[in-house]
């Protein structure tokens, strides 16, 4: 530098400019404050400070003669006087630069880059003034100024041409000086000539390159110089970057022959492989030495010397990333033209035994173990170097690579190199695919292979840190995949979705992500880093639905993310909705999907959208609400479309025959916004969530709203208090505007049932059933078979259900209708199987309907109509009791099954029923029937088949004597069930009419002669106990309505004779019983004053008389047909009084109750007979009557003594008499 100080540029130096300003005496003081603030100024050795502190003065003496002064005008001097001040400032500052400490130097090199913008040509001449003046600064000084050199020309906006060639030379000659500096000092001025290149980089360059080429290998310098331009993006215009690029292929052309030099060869493999201060960062010089490596290689044309230098070249180590990815560079760069050559060396190092080893091996024990431990990471990279610069002849070798790629991704060592040099590698290799034309019709055979191992790679990536960008490589290799032929199939797409949504939503929160990184010595920007990673996997999502563009795939997708949008965290549920409206999003805006398909199962997604806009968490209900309105947007295009689509369908159809043209295109469809939509658009962003979400229902089918429900339903058992609430709002609003048309509503009751027990939340459960009311409008039949199913244990939640389905009067009349018909339904066990297709499932509806019309009498909202359907349940409970005994009555081999069921649950119904009925009769206000039979101790008669209808009788008895006010309701309730074909139902009816025949009511519905027809054909009723019943009932018309017309008792004394006669070969206890107790009715009647009625009962008694077997069978026909005295009475009363203890009491007992006839006749024959009785069993009448009895036949005689037949005044006197006497004893 020393030799080129005549060649300066300018003749005046700054002491000369400035000494005509001051005289010699004067100095010009620069005081230079330090500043204090943060330096990244590159430090240097400081061993030669305090040299060049002392061999320069700290002033500067500015001297000129008086005469040149005086020559200059006022204007000119103030500017020179200017410049003058400003050069010594300047040169001051470039004097202290040597002594300043790193904080002060930036300061200086600031001001002075300041000072470049106003005066650059000053500046750049004081710099180079320093530089010539004084020759002998230190290293560390020039080192300085160079970096303020390099400042200023980078500032520097013009270069003149002079200042330029004086710095390039200035720069060349110090770029290759050994200092004490070493390297930093070099690239200091190799920096210089880098900035010159801002300027004027062709007259750089072929400085370069002429030092290229002299066949002597370059100083390190000048590939630092060639690498800080190849790397630079600042530097070079777009077409400057090509004229440089084309360029250095020349360069490396030229270059070729000195691959066959051995010393240049030599020198360029040692430099390569010379390890370098720091390995975690190639130097420039090494990054462009590979670069320039691998033209000099494409550009060879030998394969054979290819060859050779590429297996030299991966012989040494491949310990560190940068050296493995030169490597990699140089062998793809070589690959453009030589494809076969390195494709074999890279097969045969693969196959080498180091490579082999390093397969296996997982713990390197010495320092040549690490040369060769990541040798497959370089092979990695090395395929996606060759595919990426391949171009277009990779498509061939494409499965090839891949099958390599994977091989080396599965059996080497697992660790963080690998990892990152397969996705590298991965990455260029879809990035080559990509570019290549043709590649969408290529049939490859390794891409369901290399999507394995993504997905491998993402699941062992750590789920609780986010430290690099591994995820999101993969998953942008996955949307490249995804688009390439065969398409995946939709196992390995759905573990793609399921491991790609794992490994991005299950991440920790971002502040727990930046706690990991904390003690990084460089921490990753996490939220960037995050956010770049759900942008992958958003393109991967829309690179999915591109690919097929239907509503299955839509569905498909959504059906991974619903597992996630259900999360019980709120930040996986975040993550989730984003992915989904941002899917949603782009579906709106691109209009890809057909609209002649109908969209897959959306309900579920309205349903979902719709509860998470309720979410607590803020960002989750803004991108729930702005998902939701995207979909509605997305529904009301699809409907136009599909509209417009059909009508222009006949149109497009022919054309298509004519052309061959595609009906429809999804990639051709443009998101035009209609003008309707727009409107919608407006409208519907302007809604909160409950409001979109009843939008969207209005477009939804009966299939969509039937998965929206169950979607809502299943919301119902989440854990999370939000999503409940939530649900059964949305539960609510469906059924509200849609219930009636719903189907599976049975399926729909179930489900909610399931899930009432888990709702804790009383706001959700009260909009749940009313939800269930709601629905019982138009379903409530279906309703109340499905509860039904599921009352059998009754708990607490299903009873909430019936109360909710009767909450509305109208209901809960249809609902009790309901269950009245399933309580009717009443098959047995062990016949029911034969002719039904479900019976046990039908036993079990009626004892069930049994059990819940007992609970139902106590809720409130059926009070009002279990009060008008009483009749009904009066009726129905008192047959179902029957009909419960029925199913515990010993008969036909049962299966064993059944057989526990019915032994089981009988008792307990048995209980039920009859507690079902006595709550009727109390909660109805029939308190009096009820106290009627408590009071007796009398309920215990239901509990017994043998019993039960004596209970019944009883109830029905105890109605007609408290005057019950149902008696007509009920009898009209009776009629129909006289015609049932159940047998218990025609018995209860018939067993409950007889003692209705009592009450004056029954002639408000059923005349006596209707009566009497009913009960004659009860006498033809194929049940043996029926006709029991009905010929009691008909005794009962005969022998206690004495007010009746003769014609008809007359009538029904003959029926009873002939049904006596007709069942006479029949031995039947009931009918049996039912003739004892006629007999007294029918002897009293013989002296009844209607001659046919007496007739009739003469006929009738014998017809009996023979049925009951008596002896003397003769004799009663004489005294029945001739004898009228004293004597043919005592014979009829032996007949009847002497047959068992039994018997006598029924006979003494109806005698009794004759003493209050209306019939004078009938009254003195019953005296007569009871005083028969009390001559011979004194004892066994007084034991039977009481006071009012005594009293009345005391009455009864005392009028007999005034009878006009002497033969009764007699009797009557005695018996009076004796009456005294037997009543005057004490009873025993």
Avoid at 507 to 527: S, V
Avoid at 790 to 796: F, N, R
Avoid at 858 to 877: G, I, M, S, T
Wanted: net charge neutral.
């Amino acid at each position: 530098m020393d030799g080129q100080c005549s060649e300066r540029p300018h003749s005046r130096t700054p002491t000369g400019r400035m000494s005509s300003a001051v005289s010699q005496n004067s100095r010009i003081s620069l005081p230079v404050s330090t500043s204090t603030k943060d330096s990244s100024c590159m430090k240097v050795p400081q061993d030669s400070a305090h040299r060049d502190r002392c061999s320069h003065p700290t002033t500067i003496i500015l001297h000129k003669s008086q005469s040149s002064q005086a020559t200059l005008m006022p204007q000119e001097h103030r500017m020179f006087m200017t410049e003058a001040y400003s050069a010594a400032t300047c040169f001051k500052m470039l004097q202290d630069m040597n002594s300043a400490d790193p904080f002060h130097l930036k300061y200086i090199i600031k001001k002075i880059k300041n000072m470049a913008h106003g005066s650059p040509k000053l500046v750049m001449e004081t710099i180079h003034d320093y530089f010539i003046d004084n020759p002998e600064i230190s290293s560390r000084h020039k080192f300085r100024l160079f970096q303020t050199l390099e400042t200023v020309i980078r500032a520097s906006d013009i270069l003149e041409e002079t200042w330029e060639k004086t710095f390039t030379r200035l720069a060349l000659e110090n770029m290759t000086k050994a200092t004490e500096l070493e390297d930093i000092y070099q690239d200091a001025a190799s920096n210089v000539l880098v900035a010159i290149c801002r300027h004027s980089w062709r007259a750089v360059a072929q400085h370069l390159e002429t030092e290229l080429l002299t066949g002597v290998f370059p100083h390190r310098s000048l590939l630092y110089v060639m690498g800080i331009l190849s790397s630079s993006e600042e530097l070079f215009s777009q077409e400057d970057k090509a004229c440089w690029e084309e360029q250095l292929i020349q360069m490396a052309i030229k270059s070729v022959p000195f691959l066959s030099t051995d010393v240049w060869s030599k020198e360029l493999l040692w430099t390569l492989t010379t390890p370098s201060w720091t390995q975690q960062e190639q130097s420039p010089e090494k990054a462009f030495l590979f670069t320039y490596y691998g033209l000099i290689l494409q550009a060879e044309k030998n394969g054979a010397t290819v060859r050779r230098h590429l297996q030299a070249l991966l012989e040494t180590s491949h310990q560190w990333p940068k050296q493995r990815e030169g490597m990699a560079l140089t062998l793809g760069l070589a690959a453009t033209r030589h494809l076969d050559d390195v494709w074999a060396v890279l097969d045969q190092f693969g196959r080498s035994r180091p490579v082999r080893w390093s397969l296996h091996s997982s713990s390197p024990k010495n320092s040549e173990d690490l040369r060769w431990k990541w040798a497959s990471s370089t092979i990695l990279l090395a395929y996606g170097q060759v595919a990426a610069k391949a171009r277009a002849h990779i498509l061939p070798w494409v499965d090839n690579i891949v099958s390599r790629m994977v091989f080396y991704f599965h059996y080497s060592s697992w660790d963080e190199t690998l990892k990152q040099s397969f996705l590298t590698a991965t990455l260029m290799l879809m990035g080559a695919v990509s570019r290549s034309e043709g590649a969408h019709s290529y049939e490859f055979s390794q891409t369901s292979e290399l999507l394995q191992c993504l997905m491998v790679l993402m699941e062992k990536e750590p789920q609780d840190t986010l430290c690099t960008r591994s995820r999101q490589q993969a998953m942008h290799i996955a949307s490249s995949l995804c688009k390439l032929r065969p398409p995946i199939d939709l196992e390995r797409k759905s573990q793609l979705l399921s491991t790609c949504f794992r490994s991005v939503f299950a991440l920790p929160l971002l502040d727990a992500l930046e706690k990991h990184t904390c003690l990084f010595l460089e921490p990753p920007n996490i939220q960037s880093l995050y956010s770049r990673t759900t942008e992958a996997l958003d393109l991967m999502l829309q690179s999915l639905i591109m690919q097929n563009p239907t509503a299955e795939e839509l569905h498909f997708l959504l059906s991974h993310l619903y597992i996630w949008l259900a999360s019980e965290k709120a930040h996986e549920r975040q993550r989730a909705v984003h992915s989904c409206m941002i899917l949603l999003k782009f579906l709106n805006h691109n209009g890809y999907l057909d609209p002649k398909e109908n969209f897959k199962r959306i309900g579920q997604l309205v349903g979902i959208l719709g509860m998470l806009c309720q979410d607590p968490d803020r960002a989750t209900q803004h991108c729930s609400l702005e998902g939701a309105s995207h979909l509605y947007q997305l529904l009301m295009r699809h409907k136009i479309e599909a509209l417009q689509a059909e009508s222009q369908a006949p149109k497009e159809l022919s054309q298509a025959h004519s052309d061959g043209a595609p009906l429809w295109n999804s990639r051709d469809q443009k998101a035009t916004p209609l003008g309707p939509q727009e409107m919608a658009k407006n409208h519907i962003f302007q809604l909160c969530g409950s409001q979109v979400i009843k939008e969207i229902m209005q477009q939804l089918t009966l299939a969509e709203l039937n998965d929206l429900i169950w979607t809502a339903i299943d919301g119902l058992g989440s854990t999370n208090p939000f999503r409940v609430q939530a649900a059964s709002e949305m539960l609510l609003t469906a059924i509200q505007e849609h219930g009636a048309k719903l189907e599976m509503v049975s399926s729909m009751a179930q489900a909610i049932r399931l899930r009432l027990c888990s709702v804790r939340i009383p706001q959700a459960k009260e909009k749940t059933l009313h939800a269930i009311t709601l629905l019982a409008r138009s379903h409530t039949r279906e309703l109340v078979a499905t509860f039904l199913d599921i009352s059998i244990p009754l708990d607490s939640h299903t009873f909430q259900l019936w109360r909710a389905l009767g909450a509305e009067q109208p209901t809960s009349h249809l609902v009790l209708t309901t269950l009245l018909a399933w309580l009717q339904e009443r098959p047995l066990p062990t016949g029911a199987s034969d002719s039904s297709p479900c019976p046990k499932k039908t036993y079990l509806r009626s004892l069930a309907a049994m059990n819940m019309l007992h609970e139902l009498q106590f809720a409130r909202e059926f009070k009002q109509a279990v009060q008008e359907a009483y009749p009904k349940l009066f009726v129905a409970l008192l047959t179902q009791m029957h009909y419960v005994l029925e199913l515990n009555l010993p008969g036909e081999a049962q299966p064993k099954p059944q057989a526990q069921e019915a032994a089981v649950s009988s008792p307990q119904s048995c209980s039920t029923s009859l507690e079902a009925l006595k709550s009727l009769l109390s909660t109805t206000g029939h308190w009096h029937d009820f106290a009627h039979l408590e009071l007796q101790g009398s309920w215990e008669l239901f509990t017994s088949i043998h019993t039960y209808l004596k209970g019944v009788g009883l109830l029905a008895r105890a109605m007609v004597q408290n005057h019950c006010k149902q008696i007509t309701a009920v009898l009209r309730q009776l009629l129909p069930s006289l015609q049932s074909p159940e047998e218990r139902e025609r018995k209860v009816a018939i067993l409950i009419l007889t003692e209705f025949l009592y009450s004056p009511a029954l002639l408000e519905v059923l005349p006596k002669q209707a009566a009497l027809t009913v009960l004659a054909q009860g006498l033809r009723d194929p049940s043996p106990e029926v006709r029991v019943l009905s010929l009691q009932g008909l005794s009962n018309i005969l022998f206690h309505a004495d007010k009746e017309r003769d014609g008809i008792r007359a009538a029904a004394m003959a029926l009873f004779g002939d049904l006596v006669v007709a069942m006479a070969d029949r031995e039947l206890s009931g009918l049996r019983t039912q003739v004892h107790q006629s007999m007294v009715p029918l002897l009293l009647h013989l002296k009844d004053q209607c001659p046919a009625v007496a007739t009739q009962a003469k006929f009738a008694f014998y017809r009996c008389a023979v049925l009951l077997r008596w002896r003397l069978l003769h004799t009663l026909f004489c005294t029945l047909a001739w004898e009228r005295g004293l004597s043919a009475r005592h014979f009829l009363w032996t007949c009847l009084m002497t047959r068992s203890q039994e018997e006598f009491n029924i006979h003494l007992s109806q005698a009794l109750s004759y003493l209050h006839s209306h019939s004078c006749h009938i009254k003195t024959w019953a005296a007569l007979f009871i005083g028969y009785t009390i001559c011979y069993h004194p004892q066994a009448v007084l034991q039977m009557l009481n006071a009012v009895d005594t009293n009345l036949l005391f009455r009864t005689f005392e009028h007999l003594k005034s009878d006009p037949e002497p033969s009764i005044r007699e009797f009557a006197t005695s018996q009076l008499s004796f009456l005294h006497k037997v009543s005057a004893r004490p009873k025993q």
